[in-house]
Every structure is written in structure tokens, then in C-alpha cells.
């Protein structure tokens, strides 16, 4: 009997734990806005497109309205669609949503280092020292003499025959990148720099966003293949690339004449040694450089590409305009741009009809928060799930991970 005794009690107690999480669940469901109901484990992932995320994100706001939650697993996440929903998080509540969720795929691959992924005063001291340092380096007439010599070099390579330009719009904003961040540009054919900008456009294609089955199930699939294991593949060799473009700086460091990023960032590193609370070490300084990729080679390329589509579709304006500002034979520079109004009308219709980023990197609330009629708590550090932001362009989707 005692046997039968301990399971009975054993039995009963899991089941007083389980109606409890049930409950718990329950209540928080009641607190949060209203959404399709969740399967265990799972989550509401069998009602989810995940090669067309947005698109389930825009059918979901047509029923249940501009907010609403899914379940991401067992991670809830309050979704908010739509321009007015996006304006009055980021502006009218902006303090509140100003730190960056982690999702499991994002823990793994930055460990909440760099400019783009870090949080609180790693963040703050990071971002400034970005800021300041990039102005330093001239993002001036600086930085528009190195846009006029590389597009001196893609100029003369779309001259040659008819071809898909896409690689070398890549090539060309890249490397441009490429000058800032390690004070060099590559030839376009060098191997390394062709793997560093294979491995920027595949983890591009592949994607990091809340759709990836890791951010869903990511104790079980750290054991299993798939494209998550790319995804991490490719980071480590990434930072394999820009350490060793650091090795190289640090033998050749001259403090009084920073020559980019790298230089100004070892600069303070040294500067910082002494300091416990200092963002400013290797790690941070890897991932940061990365991040000046990740923001600006592929997306910049991308409006390349669809600028050039447009051109081709209506020539006739644009071009007499540029032939009567700048010529046949003049570089073209940002003081042309004031004679040009159409010109400049162009390229801002680009941008607004081009959804660049559908599902962009995740954000979190700095503080317990009501938005609109709904409580959104502030995570604990230790949550499987930060509190998480996802944005599309067009329509803007803003996504909250729960604990």
C-alpha cells in the first residue's frame, strides 16, 4: 500500500501543478488581446505560413483586429498591424519600447553583443561610439568619395553585356562597407571578400524571424540539422573573417591616425581597459563591425536594384534630368540632388513602395506597460522568450514574446 500510497500523492500533486500552469495560462490569455486559440506545445504554428509570415499576420488583423496575440510555441506574442498602432507604440509610447527582444536564434548567434542586438548601457555606449566615430571618419565628402569610385567601378562593369547586376549592386555596396569598417576595398574577385558576401546574402535568404522553428522549439532542435545550423555556421565564419581583419589592425595600429571602424574601436578599447563596465572588448567590437553589414550591404543593393527597374520602366524623365544637371562626363555628387526635384521625388517613391525589411529585428518594453487596454509586462532576463518586437515595412507587425 505504501507504494500505491507515494504514487497517489505523487499523481496528485502533478496534477494540482498542472491545472495550476492551465490556469495561470488561462488568466494570462484573459489579460492579453484576443487571438486564435493555441494548441500545446505547438502553439499556433500550424495556422501560421512561415514562407509568407506577414501574409498570416495580415489575415489574422482582418479578424481579430490592429492587435492581437499568437502563440510561438508556448511563447505568446502580441502582434500590432498596421501604421497607427506602430506610430503610437514608437512615438506616443516610445520610451517605453526602446530595448531589443532576443529570440533564441538571436541569444545564439550575437550573445547581446553589438550595435544592433545589445541592450540597456552596452547599447548606449556602443550606438554613441558608432555615431561619433563614423562622423569622424567623414560620412561626409568622406564617405561620398568612396560611393563615387566604387560606383566608378560598377559603372564600367554594367557596360560590358546584358546580365543580372544583383551580385554586383552586392559587390559594390559591400565593398564600400568594406572601406569604411576594415579602410580597404577588395577586388571583385578576390575569394575572401566573394565567400564574406556569399555569407551575408545566405544568412540574408535564410532569415532570423519569429516564423524559424528554432525561436519555437529550440532545446530540441540544437540536437537536430536544419537551416537554424546553417544560420550558425555562417555567423561563427563571418566572425572568423572580421577577427582576422582585426589580427592585421593590431599589428599595424597607429593611434594617432585612426584609418576606420576597426582602428577607432582598438583605439578604445585601450582607452577603456581600465574601465570594469566598458562595452568595448573583442566581442563587441566583432559583432559590431557585422552589424554595419548586416544594416547596409544587402538592403542598400536591394534599392539598387529596384531603382534600376524603375529606370528601365520610365526612362525619359529621370534621364533628361540627370543629362541636364550633371552631363554625360561629371561624377555625380549629393550637391546635384538640389537641381534635381524629380530626380529626388524618384528615389524617395522607391523607398516608400519598397517593402526592404517585411519582418525586421525584435524589441522589447523596458517596463511593465498598458497599450491601449492591454497589460504588457516587462520579462524577466531569465525568460526562454524576451518580450519581442517584429516589424514588417508595409504594413508594420510588431510581435511581444511573453514569459
Known sequence: MEPFGLTSILLLCGTCLLFMAIQRKTSERRRMPPGPFPLPLIGNFLQLDTKNFPR?????????????????????????????????????????????????????????????????????????????????????????????????????????????????????????????????????????????????????????????????????????????QKIFKNTEELKQFVSRQVDVHQKTLQPEHPRDFIDAFLIKMEQERQNSHSAFDHPNLVRSTLDLFTGGAQSTSLVLKYGLLVVMKYPKKILQEIDSVIGPSQTPCMADLDKMPYTDAVIHEIHRCLALVPLNLPRTVIKDTFFRQYFIPKVSLAATYNLQVEIWYTSAIFSFFLN
Open 56 to 228: 498570416s499576420m495580415e489575415k489574422l488583423s482582418q479578424k481579430y483586429g490592429p492587435v492581437f496575440t499568437i502563440y510561438l510555441g508556448s511563447a505568446p506574442a502580441v502582434v500590432l498591424y498596421g501604421h497607427d498602432v506602430v506610430m503610437e507604440a514608437l512615438v506616443t509610447q516610445g520610451d517605453e519600447f526602446t530595448d531589443r527582444g532576443a529570440s533564441p536564434i538571436l541569444t545564439k548567434t550575437t550573445n547581446g553583443t553589438g550595435i544592433g542586438f545589445s541592450n540597456g548601457e552596452t547599447w548606449k555606449q556602443i550606438r554613441h561610439f558608432a555615431e561619433t566615430t563614423l562622423d569622424m571618419l567623414g560620412m561626409g565628402q568622406n564617405i561620398e568619395k568612396k560611393i563615387q569610385k566604387e560606383a566608378g567601378f560598377l559603372v564600367e562593369r554594367l557596360k560590358r553585356r546584358t546580365f543580372d547586376p544583383t551580385s554586383f549592386l552586392s559587390q559594390t555596396t559591400t565593398n564600400i562597407l568594406c572601406s569604411i569598417s576594415f579602410g580597404k576595398r577588395f577586388n571583385y574577385e578576390d575569394k575572401n571578400f566573394l565567400r564574406f558576401l556569399h555569407l551575408n546574402v545566405e544568412r540574408k535568404r535564410i532569415g532570423i524571424s519569429p516564423p524559424t522553428l528554432y525561436n519555437i522549439f529550440p532545446t530540441i532542435l540544437d540536437y537536430l540539422p536544419g537551416s537554424h
